[in-house]
Every structure is written in C-alpha cells, then in structure tokens.
C-alpha cells in the first residue's frame, strides 16, 4: 500500500503539509481533538467506486473492499455478518494510524441452492472480541446471495440446445443488444430445428433418418463448432466459460445481464413444441444467418431479421419438391 | 449550332458520371456484394475508429494474436465496417498469415470489445470455412463462398484501416 504520511513527521506547518499531499487533510483533521467533525466510514471497492447500501454476490465469490474513516472512537470500525454461516468478513490490512483498511468480503461455495439476503454491519471496536456497540453513523450493508449458475447437462437435449442458443445469439453488450429481441430470436432457431427435422434431415446435409435432434445439430457443417458434440470447438467452449464465468462473478459489471441471458436460453430451451407458440414464418422458419449475410443457398427466401439474425424460408418449388409440403 | 448543343450534353453526361463515381466512392455502392444478402446490402462503410463499440482495435487484435499462440511473428491485419439503414453494423478483419476473416462484434466497454474478437465466433478460415458455390452452402449458418471471402479481403485492403503488429511478450 502506498504510504501516505512522511515516515518521521517533520516540523513543518499545517499549510505546507496540505500542499505536499491532499490526503494529510483528512487526517489532520481527525487527529485534532478539538474536532467533531469526524469523517464516517465510508466502503468503496478498490476501483474506488462506492460500494453503496446494497451489493449481489454469487456463491464463492470473494469481494476486497475499502473502508475509508473511522468509528466514533477513533478507531477503525469492524463490519459482521449477520449470518456467518453464509458470509464473513475478513481484515486484510488495519492501522488504526491510517484512515483507510482493507477488508474481504467471502461468500461459501456450497450450499447455496437458492436467493438469499443477509447484512454486515458496522461495529465499534472495543477491544475485545464481544463487539457489543454499534457504529450508528455506518449504515448496514444488505448482501444478496445469488446461487451458482450450472449449465443443464450436455448428454441431454435440453443441455445442447442450451450451448447452442447462447453461442448462436449476440449477447449483452454487444452492438444491438436487446434482451426481448434475442430472447424471440432464440424462440425462431428452435422453430428451424423443429422444422428441418419434419421436412427431412436428408435436406440439409444431415443424411437420411436422423430424427434425433442432438444428431441433426450436429450435421456437417450446420451449427458452427457442433460438429463434434458434446465436444465443441475450442472456441465456442471458451466463450461459454466466458459467460459462466461473468454470471457467478457478482462483482462484474456485467453479471446480471448474463445470469438474465442464461436462464432465457436454458428457459427457451425446456420449452415444448406447444409452448414455443406458432411458428412467425407462414412457410416455416428453415435456416439462419448472421444479419446481412449471405443466403444460406438458393432455395432459401428472406423471412426477417431478428435479434442480429437473418431468419429464412423455403421457396414453394422446395417445398413442394420434397413431398413433404412443409405442413 | 448542333456541334455546341452535342457538346453541352456531352459535358453534362460527363459531370454526372463523376459525380455519381465520387458519390458512389464515398457512400460505398462499390461495396462488394457477395458477402452479403441480396435482399439487404450495407448502404456504406463507416470509420470504426470514430464508434466507440469499436474503439480498442489494437489491444483487441493483440489478444487475438496472443490467444493463437502467434505472438512471436510479425502480423498483418485490417478492418473494414458496413453499415446498414437500419443501424447495423458488420465489421470484418483480415488476419493476412492465419488466412481467415473473423466477424468482429466490438462491446459497450474494452473488456467486451477484446473478448469479442479474440473469441470471435465466426472466424472464417479460407479452404476450411468456404466453398465454391452458393449451393454447397445448403442452409449453413455460417460457410461462405471463396469469392465472399476473397472480395472481403480486397476490400478491406483498399478500404479499410491497416495494423502491423511486431512480436510481443504475451501475459497468457
């Protein structure tokens, strides 16, 4: 930690020491004991940002924070968890000569099966380990502890079609982003499946009499990286360890927004045939592409874009060729 | 008096092809068109450097490089975006010695932006990810032909913003 005092205090004036570092203030400040003004404890996270009143974790996660200020008895405060079981607080670094401790905040790893809620709180440290007085000028943290997202498992259909949705879609953050839009998005892909393995796999590549799903996605050259699944290209595995990795990191930016962008694709994925609703394309939903790209072949007409995704029909003549009729 | 009256319309015809040349030069209808669909065709190209979904070009590529192991040799790379009436935007970037065009999504932040490109989702390997023809692209949701591939490129060499990237130590 960087020091923030001279190591001997030398004799220089008030001013001069506010000029050398802006920091001093407050702790001249604070040691004037005429002072009553104290600062309060304040929590931040060590980009500085503050921590507010409330935080998400995720189960596992582990949190460092800074408390800047001390209690009312000038000395630093110490922050309990109401539940233990679920959380604690752990000191990293704490002088009571300097304004600021680090703190960690860790939730357990095990156990935690649904949302829970519980609080630290600020207490005056006393000396002695009963911590029976609150400091009433720091506010309670609420911690909201989320559990571990899992993926369903990749042997089953709803498994693949889970990997398949989340790496077939854009995902937050990224350019044109809407969580209704690729939440229909996702809805439209598994209307294509649904409806090339009615029409026959032989159409696209699948070879004939594949009525499995898991086999149809994947065909040759279908479903980027599925070619091999369970295995999937490197690629696409690490941009799912990528989106589970922010979804159980409760401090990243962006970890509700991909915990939100999972449960849709593992939602969308359990769906059943009736509940996915009717299909939008009155000739049936047949491919995707990425919007603006090329068409995946001739017999393939333009539906719409949705969700960064150009979805497509078959032209009559196709369908009407195949003996199937689409219907 | 014919003489002056033919050489007036001579002279129109002639500004309005250079003008329509420059037009067309400047909003992109040499835009090539077989990468993408016939039904919709990018209106122009845009500056990346000027979005900011797009404003961490070089540490992006640096990942990239960096993820395929291939951080001990010089780089060649290049970006070109289009963009369409509707808002979207498709940014593609050539890797000149991995032979491939990678799709690159950008971010709202330079964490995303990065990620994006180093697990750019469709990285499109010439002889691996093309194809001769339209027809043996038979419903992918990803193959393109060799002609797409190769009119990204040339595009992108003459219009798009050029990166060398000398050897680096990797942190991976």
Redesign the interface.
Same mark, same amino acid.
């Given at each position: 930690m960087a020091e923030r005092f001279p190591s001997r205090m030398t004799s220089m004036s008030t001013v001069q020491l506010l000029f050398r570092d802006p920091h001093v203030l407050r702790h001249v400040f604070w040691l004037n004991p005429g002072n009553k003004d104290r600062p309060m404890a304040k929590l931040y996270r060590n980009n500085r940002a503050p921590l507010g009143n409330k935080i998400t974790l995720v189960a596992g996660n582990s949190l460092p924070i800074k408390v800047e200020g001390l209690g009312s008895n000038r000395r630093h405060i110490v922050l309990k968890s109401r539940n233990p079981q679920l959380l604690t607080v752990s000191a990293v670094q704490v002088n009571d000569r300097m304004l600021e401790q680090s703190l960690r905040i860790e939730v357990r790893r095990d156990g935690v099966v649904t949302s829970q809620r519980t609080f630290l709180d600020a207490f005056l440290n006393d000396g002695t380990p009963a911590l029976s007085k609150k400091d009433q000028t720091t506010a309670p943290l609420e911690v909201e502890v989320l559990p571990e997202i899992r993926l369903p498992a990749d042997s089953t259909e709803v498994g693949m079609l889970t990997r398949m949705l989340l /790496? +077939?879609n854009?995902t937050p *953050?990224?350019? *044109?982003y809407s969580s209704s839009e690729v939440e229909e998005c996702m809805k439209w892909m598994r209307f294509v499946f649904i409806n @090339?393995m009615q029409l026959g796999s032989e $159409? $696209?590549?699948a070879g004939k009499n594949i009525n499995n799903l898991v086999e149809f996605v994947k065909a040759p %050259?279908?479903? +980027?990286?599925f070619a091999n699944y369970p295995k999937l290209s490197t /690629?696409?595995g690490? %941009?799912l360890a @990528?989106y589970i990795e922010i979804a159980n990191d409760g401090t990243h =930016? #962006?970890n509700k927004a991909f915990r939100d962008y999972i449960a849709l694709a593992v939602a969308t994925a359990r769906l059943s045939e009736s509940e996915l609703g009717k299909d939008p394309c009155i000739t049936k939903l047949? =491919?995707? @592409?990425?919007?603006? =790209? =090329?068409?995946?072949? #001739?017999n $393939?007409v333009?539906f719409a874009?949705k969700g *960064?995704q150009?979805f497509y029909t078959l032209t009559d003549s196709f369908i009407k060729d195949s003996g199937k009729g689409g219907k | 008096m014919a003489f002056c009256l033919s050489f007036k319309k001579y002279s129109l015809l002639l500004s309005f092809l250079i003008f329509s040349l420059a037009f067309n030069t400047v909003f992109g209808s040499d835009i090539p068109s077989s990468p993408f669909s016939d039904e919709n065709q990018p209106t122009s190209r845009f500056d990346t450097s000027a979005n900011s979904y797009f404003s961490f070009p070089e540490p992006s590529i640096q990942a990239r490089i960096a993820r395929s192991g291939k951080n001990d040799q010089i780089n060649h790379f290049c970006i070109v975006g289009y963009q369409w009436g509707n808002g979207n935007m498709q940014v593609w970037v050539h890797w000149q010695e991995q032979k491939e065009i990678i799709l690159w999504q950008g971010g709202d932040d330079e964490e995303t932006q990065i990620a994006s490109m180093a697990l750019a989702r469709k990285e499109l390997v010439l002889g691996r990810d093309t194809v001769k023809s339209e027809e043996e692209i038979n419903g992918s949701s990803y193959l393109i032909t060799e002609s797409a591939w190769h009119d990204i490129v040339n595009d992108c060499a003459k219009n798009g913003r050029q990166f060398t990237i000398d050897p680096f130590v990797s942190n991976n």
């Open positions: /790496v +077939e854009i *953050g990224l350019p *044109g @090339r $159409f $696209f590549g %050259n279908q479903v +980027e990286g /690629v696409l690490d %941009n @990528r =930016a #962006k047949y =491919a995707w @592409r990425t919007t603006g =790209a =090329a068409s995946p072949g #001739k $393939f333009l874009s *960064g150009d | -």
